[in-house]
């Protein structure tokens, strides 16, 4: 059954609690990046103590923190261009 006049533009006034929602979610989004940042540092400190003590485990896991850790805040800075990016792409299939 074809649907032809079903459509969808979101609209940020169209429900109370817009506002409210956005701070929360901006919130949300800057304890990730605190948390990513403990990691990154965390992971820093692993790395150097593994090289100085030359613990090759120690090391190996401090350097993937801290890769881990840039790859979360490159996402976290991405999250509202890739979503809106798939949301636009979405729009044009028919």
């Given at each position: 059954?074809?649907?032809?006049?079903?459509?969808?533009?979101?609209?940020?006034?169209?429900?109370?609690?817009?506002q409210a929602l956005q701070q929360f979610t901006d919130g949300i989004a800057s304890w990730a990046l605190?948390?990513?940042?403990?990691?990154?540092?965390?992971?820093?400190?692993?790395?150097?103590?593994?090289?100085?003590?030359?613990?090759?485990?120690?090391?190996?896991?401090?350097?993937?923190?801290?890769?881990?850790?840039?790859?979360?805040?490159?996402?976290?800075?991405?999250?509202?261009?890739?979503?809106?990016?798939?949301?636009?792409?979405?729009?044009?299939?028919?």
């Amino acid at each position: 059954m074809y649907m032809a006049g079903v459509q969808l533009s979101p609209s940020s006034s169209a429900l109370p609690g817009y506002q409210a929602l956005q701070q929360f979610t901006d919130g949300i989004a800057s304890w990730a990046l605190l948390a990513t940042l403990a990691a990154f540092l965390l992971g820093a400190a692993l790395w150097a103590i593994g090289s100085h003590t030359q613990n090759m485990h120690q090391s190996m896991s401090g350097r993937r923190a801290v890769a881990t850790s840039l790859l979360a805040a490159v996402l976290i800075g991405a999250a509202p261009h890739v979503i809106n990016f798939f949301f636009s792409a979405g729009g044009r299939v028919n």
